[in-house]
């Protein structure tokens, strides 16, 4: 059931350390921060320019957090289009995506052209060293401008944490439409409630923007009675098996599992939640060490463009563009969750910023406090 790792913990290498430390030190863009310059040498690459410089390469290597299982399909909707480019992509957890970068380009060893992950400590730093190079996508106009975190860092998806539910254990009960609700109901015995461990990049995003937003008063009635059980994986598990009548700020997506096995849609549910959807952002941008810069670029141009946001919203990942409407009913958009919640202003997105990584010891102390750990 639910056979799906949507999230893993972060196991940080000294160099991770060493990144969150730069970005702490220098500082980086913020979700405000405007599109990236254009490339140092020259103006940029027409299209068929890029289509021929692609040619000569040999594929294109991105080092990525994301399943294979969802990624893949992006790779083989890119290679349709671009058939000459072979596609690597890796399943890494955040801290090995860039120690492996670091240590690969360092010594000249053939290193990703593209990094896509999650951790904003981990990108801040990366930025401060000059992992990327400037680039600005074909349509990038058409994102949010969140989307353009500068110096050739963007957003591949914004995606959300929901709720989760156990259709048996709520008796044909209406779930908790809001955080709120969530933690009143366990005060009041009325859900077993599971969520995210704060030891983790997503959960960690997930708390971040909450108290951010609303401070630690619902977190702190919350904790009274919910667990912090584990990543996504584990919290999907427990509900499943009922454990636990309600996932809170469970991983966005757990919403393809649901749809696609009918035993799992027959026991779960899930919503947003109309009070607060955390965002956890996933950074993409192209390595300054890049042996493919051509084909890299080719591939930014897709993702951002209106074909790519329809399979990155097959796939699972929350397309974004303001101007895109799915063919087929995808439900996983930005605009589909702003409609759902009652509008942005009910949402908020972890920025990619040393003050993240600066908060994340006194913040994981303070939650331990909440959540009686």
Known sequence: ????????????????????????????????????????????????????????????????????????????????????????????????????????????????????????????????????????????????????????????SPDPAITIYNKILLKGQAPPATIAQIAQGAVAGKYKVATYTVNNNFGYSVFYGYVHRYGWAALDKLGQMAKAVGDGDVIGQDVGQGGFSVGVFESGLVRGAIASVPADRKLLGWEYTRDFTPLIPRGIGITAGAASPDSAKLFLDFVFSNQGQQVLCDAGFEASSNTFTPSNGCPNTLKALYAAVGGAQHTYMTPFSAQVANDQASFTARFHQAFHQ
């Open 1 to 156: 059931m639910l056979a799906l790792r949507w999230s893993r913990p972060a196991t940080v290498a000294v160099l991770a350390a060493s990144l969150i430390v730069t970005g702490a030190a220098c500082g980086s863009g913020s979700p405000g921060a405007s599109g990236s310059s254009s490339p140092s040498a020259g103006p940029p690459l027409t299209q068929a320019q890029l289509i021929a410089g692609s040619k000569h390469e040999k594929g294109l290597l991105i080092y990525s957090n994301a399943l294979l299982t969802q990624m893949n399909q992006v790779v083989k909707a890119f290679q349709a289009k671009y058939p000459w480019i072979h596609v690597t992509a890796t399943d890494d957890e955040d801290p090995v995506i860039f120690s492996k970068y670091a240590a690969e380009h360092g010594t000249g060893t053939r290193t990703a052209d593209i990094l896509i992950a999650s951790a904003p400590g981990l990108w801040a730093g990366a930025v401060a060293h000059g992992y990327l190079q400037p680039f600005t996508p074909a349509g990038i106009s058409n994102f949010p401008r969140f989307t353009s975190q500068g110096k050739g860092l963007y957003i591949f």
